[in-house]
């Protein structure tokens, strides 16, 4: 401590520790335990106003979803929500061999930089992430059908999707993000008119 008077050790539980006590500004620089790294994650990108920059190792298959664009098997609830919060970058790959012991798993260092503009308002935002999951739930089915078997009125879907030109027959993982925005903003404002 003595040798770096401006660091902080902190020996906690990261799932339960007070995100919100962090000073705004911090950079989160972590290799995130692989086993709690999607709900770690998800609490930092909660956090985001706070941390313009997270440099995180993660295992590589997480990173690949995190960068995951539209039309690929990689893409899903992950990639669409952590990039709504952020631009992110897969900075490199970290080979195994780099780790005693040695894991089972590749390795790679993405770099998220978080929007400081929101798309949609802090009262849309719970609605984006129900509509996303239930969009997601079932991937074999249209976007229409996925969200009706999720509670979401069959009609007002099929509406939406011809007001923006897309097909009844869509699926969710050809939306790229700001049509998923667009998805969430309609129905929820049909949902509001009904």
């Known amino acids: 401590q003595r040798e770096f008077p401006t660091l902080t050790l902190i020996h906690a539980d990261a799932l339960t520790y007070p995100l919100d006590t962090l000073q ?3 950079v989160v620089v972590a290799n995130l335990p692989y086993y709690i790294s999607t709900p770690l994650l998800f609490q930092l990108l909660d956090q985001r106003d706070r941390f313009p920059r997270l440099v995180l190792m993660l295992q590589n298959e997480v990173a690949d979803r995190l960068v995951a664009k539209p039309g690929t098997a990689d893409y899903g609830v992950l990639s669409v929500m952590a990039q709504y919060a952020a631009e992110i970058t897969k900075a490199f790959r970290v080979s195994a061999e780099c780790f005693r012991p040695r ?3 590749g390795s790679a260092v993405v770099r998220l930089c978080t929007r400081s503009q929101r798309e949609l308002t802090q009262d849309e935002e719970p609605r984006f992430a129900a509509l996303v999951k239930a969009a997601f739930a079932h991937r074999r089915k249209t976007l ?6 999720e509670g979401y009125e069959q009609h007002g879907i099929a509406e939406v999707l011809g007001r923006m030109g897309l097909p009844l027959t869509v699926r969710a993982e050809s939306l790229d993000l700001s049509q998923l925005v667009q998805v969430a903003r309609a129905v929820s404002s049909h949902a509001k008119r009904a």
């Open 103 to 105: 894991p089972d798993v």
């Open 24 to 26: 705004p500004g911090t």
């Open 144 to 149: 229409v059908n996925s969200l009706k078997d």
